[in-house]
């Protein structure tokens, strides 16, 4: 009897640290929207005439495993693309990595950002992960008065 414990007792160990492992090094985040996967930070700016010049976004994604984000990203308008440069930055936090994407919307995009009825984004992981979701409502409208102003 104290044998069968004591293997059912090994065996829910080696399935403890399978589970952990595999949450720790998949992201199983399940999200409709661009807001509710990463934090953002949308900022527009204007020239000295009050034109609009250009648009920045800021984007956090706080993840378990080692993925690097690739310094590529993409904006749909619409279902029009417009592939951007990014620049990226990872550091550790505790036992999260937080990686850092920061890109410059081209200057012949924002006008279909101001038109469009959806706009997605889509950024790559060296790990053959991207992840592509579209803002919510409350957030596109927010972008657009940005860029409105």
């Known amino acids: 009897m104290r044998n069968i414990f004591f293997a059912i007792g090994i065996i829910l160990m080696l399935l403890g640290v399978f589970g952990i492992s595999f949450t720790y090094s998949h992201d199983h985040r399940r999200t409709d929207t661009l807001e509710e996967y990463a934090t953002l930070n949308f900022q527009s700016s204007r020239d000295e005439t009050g034109a609009l010049e250009g648009a920045v976004l800021s984007l956090w994604d706080y993840r378990y495993d080692r993925a690097q984000l ?7 308008t619409n279902g029009v693309p417009w592939e951007m440069v990014a620049f990226t930055k990872q550091t550790q936090v505790d036992w999260q990595y937080e990686n850092k994407l920061f890109v410059n919307f081209p200057k012949s995009s924002l006008k279909d950002m101001l038109s469009a009825k959806e706009i997605r984004f ?3 992981y060296d790990n053959g992960q991207s992840i592509d979701l579209p803002l919510g ?7 657009q008065r940005k860029l409105r102003w």
């Not at 690739?70 to 749909?76: G, I, Q, R, S």
């Not at 409502?137 to 972008?143: L, S």
């Open 70 to 76: 690739l310094k590529k990203a993409v904006l749909f």
């Open 122 to 124: 889509k950024f790559f």
């Open 137 to 143: 409502k409350k957030e596109m409208v927010a972008w």
